[in-house]
């Protein structure tokens, strides 16, 4: 990822774009998909911590890269015998946007995500355990969402998004009582951004 924001700092440089980064965090509504109708799910509230590099190509056109952990998961019941349990899990997010500003401050999003397994646990029934090694380590998705940027006269530097992602194929790699298991999430994220090169 060091690779990735050198490339985009550089071309900004050549090219001389604007380049803008800081730190980014939001709340998480994450939920995962069943295809087995014998489980119900519902949302389950996460966090995300990390980081950005947004490189303005033009007024309305720019190019965003991210780097953070988003704590994802579900709650799960099934519906034959009641028993209920949750499922957690955390992801190292790298999402790249196209990003088209409409006018007043408003912003939509949209692009590619890899995310990387860091963990995955699962209360059910009253047992833990580590499930880590029933998951793919990588899971691909197609963020989309809408922001907002905030008038310098209410919060200089400050962003916020709402972005809904969803996986594009199963991210259990063997068989589970849910069967096809896909994650969905939706964030709202806030962005806290300073020009390149400022002192």
């Known amino acids: 990822m060091k690779y990735l924001f ?21 709340v998480n509504v994450a939920k995962i998909k069943f295809s087995n109708d014998q489980f119900e799910t519902k949302s389950l509230i996460g966090f995300s911590i990390g980081a950005f590099a947004n490189y303005r190509l033009s007024a309305p056109f720019a190019i965003q890269a991210e780097l953070f952990y988003s ?13 209920k349990g949750t499922i957690r899990k955390g992801y190292l997010q790298v999402p790249i946007l196209a990003q088209y500003t409409i ?22 029934g009253g047992q833990k ?9 990588t899971d691909l998705r197609l963020p989309v969402g809408v922001g907002y940027i905030f008038p310098e006269s209410v919060c200089k530097g400050l962003r916020a998004d709402i972005r809904y992602s969803f996986s594009f194929s199963k991210v ?19 962005f806290y ?7």
Not at 14 to 25: I, V
Not at 129 to 137: D, E, P, V, W
Not at 172 to 190: A, C, D, R, S
């Open 71 to 83: 704590g994802e998961g579900t709650k799960e019941e099934r519906s034959s015998t009641g028993t």
């Open 172 to 190: 259990n790699k063997i068989p589970v009582g849910g069967g096809e298991l896909k994650n969905q999430v939706l964030g709202l994220g806030f």
């Open 129 to 137: 355990a580590n499930i880590k090694k029933n998951y793919n380590s």
């Open 103 to 124: 006018g007043c401050g408003v912003f939509v999003e949209a692009g590619p995500q890899i995310g990387f397994l860091l963990s995955s646990k699962e209360k059910y």
């Open 193 to 199: 951004t300073l020009p390149a090169g400022k002192k």
């Open 6 to 26: 050198a490339l985009l700092l550089f071309t900004a440089s050549a090219a001389n774009a604007q380049l803008s980064y800081g730190p980014r965090a939001g």
